[in-house]
């Protein structure tokens, strides 16, 4: 957007103190801070790769920032032969991707942090003229200059990038403290959140990788009878057997979704193949659907009732714990209902230590799209052991699966501190926008 757009402030509309909500104690008298264009506080890099002397290409991911393409992709998008007119990128430098998503609304500006590397000549590439620039680094992952790319991008751009040129984008206004050391207290700040967070995720991802550890040693692999660890009071309980699914429980596939033949009788929520993950049921926004009254039996779910993806990811599955009395399941959804004592976590669990192996993919038909019929699920082996050691399995692995969510949450209340500390730390966007 160029200036000539902007109107001045009058005396009837006057214009608001630039000032963040939460400031730290020793800044608070150093007064409002102010709007400068990008340009006078960066330059545009425009080094082109001659000759190709560089060849690691680099990409600007909304959700990982700057990373190599190579790693990003699992291949190289851009060869050797047409670099010659991508942008050399140094470290340091700050990358906009026009690209839009769900993440980045109006693309991802992302500081470098990985190296030297070369980048699509799409890509919008500056340096700080100040070094000490980490600031911005947390200001770009705000909403605060999100308005000013709407507004300055060109109509009739492509559904999926921004269209917005060069002297517009290096006129986006940024804000600016009266004091360096604020911008260097706030950038602090984050970044020590930030290091809490990367910490936390690394405790969540180790438990993960713990129980998927302990999984394939609680049961027995492929061709064996015993499990590589077992508690001590099994020991000595002899060999495990295995039974089909089918002889022991009831499968049954959802009712069928047809909303246009389906307009009588009650309206009642409905599980769908996204609500199941695994070991737990999402019943925040569920569909509904019309089910009549020969229905509710037959397409109804009871706590202890294991429900399975036949669809989307097959083979996901989680214990139904009953706490919506009237939900019922649709095609999506395969119900497996025990006619013997069993413990439906066992279910899970083995379904989930079997997850990306071959037994478990050799449970799927189709060719692009993978499902999972009840005729095949009926055939699968799983352990049927005494109900004490199946007891023993499941309250050990929900132990750690209940320790996981715990150290989950704590994960998202982390995020949400700092997102509430940016949004208090930053003076606000539509003052920035104004």
């Not at 064996?224 to 049954?252: C, H, N, S, Y």
């Not at 089910?291 to 989680?318: H, I, M, S, T, Y």
């Not at 079997?354 to 019929?373: D, S």
Request: aromatic share 8%; with cysteine.
């Amino acid at each position: 957007m160029s200036s000539k757009t902007k109107t001045n402030a009058t005396k009837e509309e006057p214009t608001l103190a630039l000032v963040p909500e939460l400031r730290f104690p020793k800044f608070r008298g150093d007064g409002d801070w102010k709007l400068i264009p990008l340009k006078d506080l960066a330059d545009r890099g425009k080094k082109k790769n001659r000759d190709e002397k560089i060849e690691r290409v680099l990409t600007n991911s909304a959700e990982f920032g700057v990373v190599d393409q190579r790693d990003f992709f699992d291949k190289d998008i851009a060869t050797q032969g047409k670099l010659e007119s991508y942008i050399v990128v140094e470290l340091g430098d700050y990358v906009y991707n026009p690209r839009i998503s769900a993440a980045a609304p109006v693309g991802p500006i992302s500081k470098n942090n990985i190296g030297t590397g070369v980048m699509s000549p799409l890509y919008t590439v500056f340096r700080f003229k100040n070094q000490e620039n980490g600031f911005y680094q947390h200001y770009f992952k705000t909403t605060g200059w999100h308005t000013y790319m709407r507004q300055a991008s060109s109509t009739g751009a492509r559904h999926d990038r921004m269209a917005i040129g060069g002297d517009d984008f290096m006129a986006m206004p940024l804000p600016v403290a009266p004091s360096p050391a604020e911008q260097r207290k706030i950038a602090e700040c984050l970044s020590s959140v930030d290091e809490l967070i990367a910490a936390q995720a690394r405790k969540v991802d180790a438990l993960k990788t713990h129980k998927k550890g302990l999984m394939q040693q609680l049961f027995p692999l492929a061709g064996e009878t015993q499990p590589r660890l077992r508690f001590p009071e099994f020991q000595g309980a002899g060999e495990w057997e295995e039974v089909a699914l089918g002889d022991i429980a009831e499968i049954k596939l959802g009712k069928m979704l047809d909303k246009q033949k389906n307009t009588t009788g009650r309206l009642l929520p409905y599980l769908n193949n996204l609500a199941v993950r695994w070991n737990e049921v999402d019943t925040s926004k569920l569909p509904e659907m019309f089910f009549n009254d020969g229905e509710f039996d037959r397409f109804g779910l009871k706590q202890g009732d294991v429900v399975v993806c036949e669809g989307g990811e097959p083979g996901r599955a989680a214990v139904w714990d009953g706490r919506l009395p009237d939900l019922k399941f649709q095609k999506a959804v395969h119900r497996v209902r025990f006619n013997v004592p069993f413990e439906p976590c066992l279910l899970v669990f083995h379904l989930q230590n079997l997850a990306g192996t071959t037994q478990f993919e050799m449970l799927f038909t189709g060719g692009g799209i993978k499902h999972l019929t009840r005729e095949t699920f009926a055939e699968l082996e799983i352990p049927h052991i005494p109900p004490a050691e199946q007891q023993r399995i499941a309250s050990c692995l929900c132990s750690l699966d209940a320790l996981i969510a715990a150290e989950a949450q704590k994960l998202g209340a982390l995020k949400s501190l700092k997102k509430g500390l940016m949004q208090q730390l930053f003076p606000a966007p539509e003052v920035v926008e104004a």
